[in-house]
């Protein structure tokens, strides 16, 4: 039957679901923020380092790297699980604190610390090998002229590297924005199929529950076209940078 | 960039403690997988291994479905990677090569479908598979990760034979090679480091991925290998570790060696040096 835009009332009536907007749009200016700015710092200290601790590193990025997403999960509710997770031990032992038996999944806020350090971990490689490959591009010259002139370390960076970087950086951004916005698997599973509520979903998870867990598929229909115009806004920039790529051919 | 502090111990020193916090999980993922559980469970962590043990292992490709949902895995990447590659192979060439109409549209859809958030499509792909009675099936899975993957194939192969000078080609019909023997003699090797590219990101996407395999696959006889790991945690109150992190060890490790073929594939020079400038 047809119900014209029913569906659509029925969800931005909710306000459910614009608490879960605004939680995703935090949770993934959050994660995105910390996967550009420590991606983009590792790349800068590579430059920095001798050849076989650029190597050890690279490795190191790699592994991490290939690490399927409900491996990552696996490995990190181990490590952060209250009775003997060793994340509670490094932290009693470096006197952070008494994390002994410590629950890191009893509050949404703590909850979600412990996912955007699984999903900024595994988007740490991706982000640091391109942009240390975009390194490669900035002139040698430019750099030397720059230190000659007596510019800092910080201004040779903002005024001759950035620049360079910048097409670099702005398209993984717009991809690290559509990728966390959507951000399903480690939400899902490190918190836990049964632990979610209206107090801690994302976006996906909602729309996971609400339209399909419990087969309103309208409703989740229509939260799902929301969704996707919402990403479409913000992966703009991307597609139109791409497709100038597509033109130039 | 600047040599002027290249290597200095500071930054190594750096760089080395970074490698040890990126590499932590990895390393403490294997190492319990090696444990005695004497040493998984207290809370004075064990950091390497005493007495080694393979028993998680055993446990891990003993458990019902694992050798079961190691085959669908295999079963989905094998299709996923043929046909997108068969497919995306041509799609490109005419994509890269050729002017037709719609090719601006073909271009957008392409690049857009890549930016979907895979959540949102979970209930238009359900319908549509359950209307073909693809629910529960690995024909179903395929076809959904045929979806993702082919976009990103056609997309990077096109840029492999872009970077194909196109005198190549010619230099080859003008010496008598019809357009086939062109394809097949002078494109298809040329393209190929790109083939083994795309192939492994079709591979390691389809052997990763979660979402729909656990939506659209019900039996246990019938999920993918991820599926069942995202199962392992179990229902009771004791959590058996040690066999999680074998059986994740086990499943990361194909992806592993995929990850560093490509690697070095992708860094040859496609046509350097074919033609001179």
């Known amino acids: ?249 | 960039m600047s040599r002027r502090r290249a290597g200095s111990l500071g930054w190594n020193i750096v760089g080395i403690a970074l490698f040890v916090v990126m590499i932590f999980p990895v390393f403490w993922m294997i190492s319990t997988a090696f444990k005695t559980n004497g040493q998984i469970y207290s809370f004075n962590p064990t950091w390497f291994p005493r007495h080694p043990t393979l028993s998680h292992f055993e446990d891990a490709i003993h458990r019902q479905y694992f050798w079961t949902d190691v085959k669908n895995s295999a079963i989905v990447v094998i299709a996923v990677v043929a046909i997108a590659l068969g497919l995306s192979f041509f799609a490109a060439v005419a994509l890269a090569n050729y002017r037709f109409s719609g090719r601006k549209l073909f271009i957008v859809l392409v690049i857009g479908i890549q930016m979907l958030p895979q959540a949102g499509l979970i209930i238009p792909l359900y319908i549509v598979l359950a209307g073909r009675h693809q629910v529960n099936t690995l024909t179903g899975v395929i076809l959904v990760y045929l979806t993702f993957a082919l976009p990103f194939c056609v997309w990077t192969l096109r840029g492999f034979v872009l970077g194909i000078p196109k005198e190549l080609e010619e230099a080859a019909m003008v010496d008598g090679s019809t357009r086939v023997g062109a394809f097949v003699r002078i494109l298809l090797p040329l393209v190929a480091p790109g083939l083994v590219a795309t192939s492994v990101f079709a591979f390691i996407t389809s052997w990763n991925e979660y979402i729909f395999a656990n939506t659209l696959l019900h039996s246990g006889n019938k999920q993918t290998i991820t599926v069942w790991l995202s199962y392992l945690y179990g229902g009771n109150r004791f959590v058996d570790w040690g066999e999680i992190m074998a059986a994740s060890t086990l499943i990361a490790i194909p992806v592993v060696i995929f990850f560093l073929l490509v690697q070095r594939r992708i860094a040859f020079g496609l046509t350097t040096g074919a033609v001179k400038a």
């Open chain 1, 1 to 249: 039957m047809y119900i014209g835009l029913d569906n659509f009332r029925t969800v931005l009536h909710d306000p459910i679901f614009w608490h879960t907007l605004l939680r995703t749009l935090v949770f993934t200016a959050v994660n995105v923020g910390l996967t550009m700015v420590l991606g983009t710092l590792i790349a800068l200290l590579l430059v920095r380092v001798s050849t076989w601790v650029r190597l050890l590193l690279t490795v190191g990025l790699v592994l991490v790297w290939a690490m399927p997403p409900v491996v990552a999960v696996q490995v990190w509710s181990w490590m952060t699980n209250s009775e003997n997770g060793v994340l509670n031990y490094i932290l009693t032992r470096l006197h952070v604190g008494n994390y002994f038996n410590h629950n890191w999944y009893q509050t949404t806020f703590s909850q979600y610390s412990m996912v955007t350090s699984l999903i900024v971990w595994g988007a740490i490689p991706f982000v640091t090998i391109t942009v240390y490959a975009a390194l490669s591009q900035v002139p040698d010259a430019l750099v030397e002229a720059a230190q000659i002139d007596g510019a800092r370390a910080w201004r040779v960076f903002k005024d001759v590297t950035l620049p360079v970087l910048m097409p670099v950086l702005l398209i993984l951004t717009s991809l690290s924005i559509i990728w966390d916005f959507g951000a399903f698997t480690q939400p899902y599973l490190l918190i836990g199929p049964g632990q979610q509520t209206s107090s801690n979903y994302l976006m996906s998870t909602y729309l996971y529950f609400v339209g399909f867990a419990k087969t309103d598929f309208g409703i989740g229909a229509a939260i799902s076209i929301l969704m996707l115009v919402i990403v479409a806004a913000m992966s703009v920039v991307y597609v139109r940078r791409m497709l100038r790529v597509g033109e130039v051919a």
